[in-house]
């Protein structure tokens, strides 16, 4: 049997002035989302996930590695999940995974899939857009 590969997740329950939330909406429910370009994919809690009834959970066995260095089991994936953030939506995908630390996680896939540009000293976020 081949041993799991473990990818970093960063997942803790970090000082909040430090940290970057944005409100974002899926399923006419408001969630504080926190950005975090230091994880690679976006995760969404399980019990977030419950709560949408038209939400198909892809089960799965992937092992990620958070922040405190915990190896943590993902319960599966969501896939093609609608988020807006103001007028900005993008099609996501989140990997769905048991804590009580956040409801929303936005890795560095969002950021990039979003063409996100955050001011870290200002608080400020918008989105480039090819105009």
């Known amino acids: 049997m081949s041993t799991p590969t473990i990818r970093r997740v960063c997942i803790n329950k970090t000082n909040h002035n430090k940290t970057f ?26 019990n977030v996930v419950r709560e949408f009834n038209n939400v198909h959970l892809v089960s799965g066995h992937e092992t990620y590695k958070i922040a405190s260095s915990t190896i943590i089991q993902a319960l599966g994936r969501i896939t093609n999940i609608p988020i807006m953030i103001g007028k900005v939506v993008c099609q996501m995908i989140f990997l769905v995974v048991n804590t009580n630390s956040y409801d929303l996680l936005l890795g560095l896939i969002f950021s990039r899939k979003s063409k996100l540009w955050l001011m870290w000293k200002d608080r400020l976020y918008n989105f480039k857009t090819n105009q």
């Open 21 to 46: 939330r944005l409100m974002v909406e899926i399923n006419e429910a408001l969630l504080k989302g926190l950005v975090d370009t230091g994880a690679l994919m976006s995760i969404m809690v399980a």
